[in-house]
């Protein structure tokens, strides 16, 4: 499907597979707003029609973060919500401050990001909807409880939301990826995480983003959770 003259949103578009997300759009004529936190550099690098810094810990973040794009680019058609949090810990130490902050970032967000965009999209008839979860909502992973049932409660709002907006023209996706190189999310030394993989190798942001755009593209695709593992978990 031609998403050229779209207007997109992707949070976390600083990072590895954000970025490449990012540029991949704009490459497809769809005008991106790249969402940062903290790195700015890194954001300004991408390019993009707009960039737009925010917190989305905080609550009304998410709905200040809409309004600034709206107001520059016009309505989001297509909400990339890729941004995340992961800093790996025991079950044992985990906590609930460490717990509040994975879910407000990793779940709360991505809801309220759809919570908001999802009614403009239903009254244009068209609207695309693609989370970034993680196969450790699959498998538990290495990173830690809190981040594994964050992702895993993505699986949850991806297939809650697709089930009500379908007719309207909307899909509601996640891509579940696993050990990607070039990230700030890999949990361990690159080289050791690599031969685990059956294919040999990390996988790559490009990859990623590859998966992610045909996704977007494709109007019979919706309450699909997608794992791009390089063959670690087959499902």
């Not at 991806?158 to 996706?173: I, K, Q, Y």
């Not at 992610?212 to 978990?233: P, Q, W």
Request: charged share 20%.
């Amino acid at each position: 499907m031609e998403l050229r003259g779209r207007t997109a949103l992707v949070t976390g578009g600083s990072g590895g597979i954000g970025a490449e997300l990012s540029r991949r759009l704009a490459d497809a004529g769809v005008s991106v707003a790249v969402h940062y936190r903290d790195h700015e550099a890194d954001a300004r690098a991408v390019g993009g029609a707009l960039l737009v810094q925010a917190d989305l810990a905080d609550a009304a973040a998410c709905e200040d973060l809409v309004a600034r794009v709206e107001a520059e680019l016009g309505p989001i058609d297509i909400l990339a919500a890729n941004a995340g949090a992961g800093a790996q810990a025991s079950w044992q130490e985990v906590d609930a401050e460490a717990f509040d902050r994975l879910y407000a970032i990793n779940l709360r967000a991505p809801f309220l990001l759809a919570r908001r965009v999802l009614p403009g999209m239903l009254e244009r008839g068209f609207g695309r909807v693609l989370f970034t979860s993680s196969i450790a909502a699959l498998t538990g992973g290495v990173v830690g409880p809190h981040y594994a049932a964050t992702k895993a409660g993505l699986h949850g709002l991806t297939h809650h939301l697709a089930a009500r907006v379908v007719r309207d023209g909307v899909t509601v996706n996640a891509i579940a990826p696993a050990l990607i190189a070039d990230t700030r999310m890999l949990p361990g030394d690159p080289e050791q995480l690599a031969a685990r993989v059956p294919v040999g190798r990390l996988g790559t942001p490009e990859e990623v983003a590859d998966l992610a755009l045909a996704m977007l593209r494709n109007g019979y695709l919706t309450s699909k959770v997608i794992a791009l593992d390089g063959g670690m978990y087959p499902t």
